[in-house]
């Protein structure tokens, strides 16, 4: 996609940042068109060598970035940087509470000679108490109710991916395009806060909602009270797992008769769905023993022509070769700051028919730091 037919495209930003939260508020301005221009220390951001889990973090939120290496614990690096921010309409930050100030490149001070900076920090926590507090995602998944809510009672689990993280680069995101939006018609830039606490707050919002209209606790989602009678994961033929939700009276009759079991629809104790949810072992049980007989391959199509809700049971691995995703264009090759290829998974939406894709290679450390800060010296000769 042509990057002069993207929203965002003359929108310029600076980013300061690592890991997860601060990198995807970048990498969705990129997308959308802002040359997104990346300060790495010398040596490239740590992120890029991180083992384990978090292998993966710098090439699935990088993207669509001009790299520029400059130390800034030096006076030449802290210079050129605030230049560079002069030229900027975004800053963005993810860094310890203080980091920033220390160089003097918080809100408060640049905002005296950068009004219509918007400047955007993603912390642990918005201003309060906790504020100074070091959070990581795991944290407030506890702190947040998250995983309370996801593990058995009396095992907190934490959610299997960096939501809080990502969840926090999307609300950055957000308030960065309110801010333009807003200096469209003030002429003032402003800062923004997005924080993981809060983030997961919002995730248990529903929950909380729950306690406060009917005072009881909501148990954790292994321990629920289901609403509906068929809603779980059942075991198939040769230990296939799938997912099936019958969430309604026809869904429950039209799943026997896809099951060649009519009868079951007909007996008295399974009536309706709440005389199912009363007696949802029972029934689960019996439904257990049928599906057992039959293969996920065979099943799912007669599931899906029959618009019963299901889901295969799927690994991250397996989502690389997903067919819906390489159908609709979610999943494109990108080059790596290594030079070889790997498939990305892009915005999860589409504008006017067209999803924001990948339009440069994943850029090496420094890459850009000769055009981007050739470009001052042009400027302040000019």
Not at 114 to 134: C, D, N, T
Not at 357 to 364: K, S, T, Y
Request: charged share 20%; glycine share 10%.
């Amino acid at each position: 996609m042509n990057p002069a037919n993207l929203p965002l495209e003359g929108i310029r930003v600076i980013e300061f940042t690592h890991m997860v939260m601060g990198p995807t508020c970048g990498m969705i301005l990129a997308d959308l068109g802002a040359e997104v221009i990346k300060i790495e220390p010398p040596g490239g951001d740590k992120t890029r060598n991180l083992p384990g889990l978090g292998i993966g973090f710098f090439r699935s939120f990088n993207r669509n970035k001009k790299s520029v290496v400059l130390d800034i614990n030096t006076d030449e690096g802290r210079e050129a940087a605030l230049e560079l921010i002069g030229e900027c309409d975004v800053l963005l930050e993810n860094f310890r509470p203080g980091l920033m100030a220390k160089f003097g490149f918080d809100y408060a001070t640049l905002s005296q000679t950068h009004s219509k900076l918007i400047y955007v920090s993603h912390k642990g926590f918005l201003p309060g108490p906790y504020e100074k507090r070091l959070a990581l995602d795991e944290v407030v998944q506890m702190m947040g109710g998250l995983a309370y809510m996801t593990g058995p009672a009396g095992r907190p689990l934490r959610a299997g991916t960096s939501v809080n993280d990502i969840m926090g680069g999307m609300f950055g995101a957000i308030g960065v395009l309110a801010a333009l939006r807003e200096r469209d018609l003030t002429g003032r830039g402003q800062e923004v806060q997005s924080a993981l606490f809060e983030n997961c707050v919002f995730l248990s919002a529903q929950h909380m909602q729950q306690y406060a209209m009917t005072h009881e606790a909501p148990p954790p989602m292994p321990s629920r009270v289901s609403a509906w009678s068929v809603y779980d994961v059942f075991t198939l033929a040769e230990g296939e797992q799938l997912f099936i939700g019958a969430v309604s009276d026809k869904q429950f009759v039209t799943l026997c008769d896809v099951l060649e079991r009519p009868d079951l629809a007909r007996e008295p104790e399974f009536a309706t769905n709440a005389l199912r949810v009363a007696v949802r072992p029972h029934l689960l049980e019996r439904l257990g023993e049928i599906l057992a007989q039959h293969r996920a391959g065979e099943l799912a199509p007669k599931l899906e022509a029959a618009g019963i809700p299901y889901a295969p049971i799927m690994r991250p691995e397996q989502l690389l070769d997903d067919p819906h995703l390489k159908a609709s264009g979610g999943l494109v090759p990108m080059q790596t700051d290594d030079g070889g290829t790997t498939d990305v998974v892009l915005l999860p939406l589409t504008m006017g028919g067209r999803r924001p894709g990948v339009r440069q290679p994943l850029a090496r450390v420094g890459e850009h730091t000769d055009e981007v800060l050739g470009r001052l010296k042009k400027n302040v000769a000019a």
